[in-house]
Each structure stands twice: as structure tokens, then as C-alpha cells.
């Protein structure tokens, strides 16, 4: 069965830092590209940034770069996302997701098959 499992959301002040793990099983590691998206209430799901598993390529959208940086552990079939500097509207349910290997990676969400439960990150100002 696939299975992933995000953790390390939590209550934070703004201007602090958050690192993000999706733990995942079920599936060989090397095969999939790993997403991770938020959705804020009242907003549509959005791609934040992915990891390409042919050659480990990334990818961000225009309103995280520079602050979120994602990485992955083949060793513990795990895919981290770092977030620094974070900011109020950053506030969302943060989730990853696996994708059959593509040459890079996308953050379209209907090209995924397997999505975690998600991880609440608020920022308070």
C-alpha cells in the first residue's frame, strides 16, 4: 500500500523557520516525483515546489522562492521541505504527493497519484 505521511507543521511566529517531512512507503522511491502543495481555507490547492526523481531537479513557485527549499533522503525514502522567514499568508495545510517519474517534475496537482493527509502550518503576525 502507498502511504505518505507529512509532519512537522505546527503553531509559529512570523519570521521563524519550519522543515517539513513526508515519510512514504509502498512504492520504489527512485521512481517518483514528490510535490508538495498547500491549500489555505476558502483557497484552491496550490503547487509550492517539486523534486524530480530522474536526476533530482526542483522547481518553485514565484511566491515561495528564496524561502522554501526542498530535499529528499533516498536512504529514508523521505522528502523534507525547509521554510524560513515565514509569513502569515504562508498559513495552510501543507501536503505531499508522489508522481510516475517524469524528465522534471511538475506542480500541477492532477498529474499526482498518491497524496498524504496534509500538516497545518499557522503563521501568527
Known amino acids: 500500500e502507498v502511504q505518505l505521511v507529512e509532519s512537522g507543521g505546527g503553531l509559529v511566529q512570523a519570521g521563524e523557520s519550519l522543515r517539513l517531512s513526508c515519510a512514504t512507503s509502498g512504492f520504489v522511491f527512485d521512481d517518483y516525483s514528490i510535490g508538495w502543495f498547500r491549500q489555505a481555507p476558502g483557497n484552491e490547492r496550490e503547487g509550492v515546489s517539486c523534486i524530480s526523481a530522474s536526476d533530482g531537479s526542483t522547481r518553485y513557485a514565484d511566491s515561495v522562492k528564496g524561502r522554501f527549499t526542498i530535499s529528499k533522503d533516498n536512504s529514508k525514502n523521505t522528502v523534507y521541505l525547509q521554510i524560513k522567514s515565514l509569513k502569515p499568508e504562508d498559513t495552510a495545510v501543507y501536503y505531499c504527493?508522489?508522481?510516475?517519474?517524469?524528465?522534471?517534475?511538475?506542480?500541477?496537482?492532477?498529474?499526482?497519484?498518491?497524496w498524504g493527509q496534509g500538516t497545518q502550518v499557522t503563521v501568527s503576525s
Open positions: 504527493a508522489a508522481d510516475e517519474a517524469a524528465a522534471t517534475c511538475s506542480t500541477g496537482i492532477k498529474d499526482y497519484d498518491y
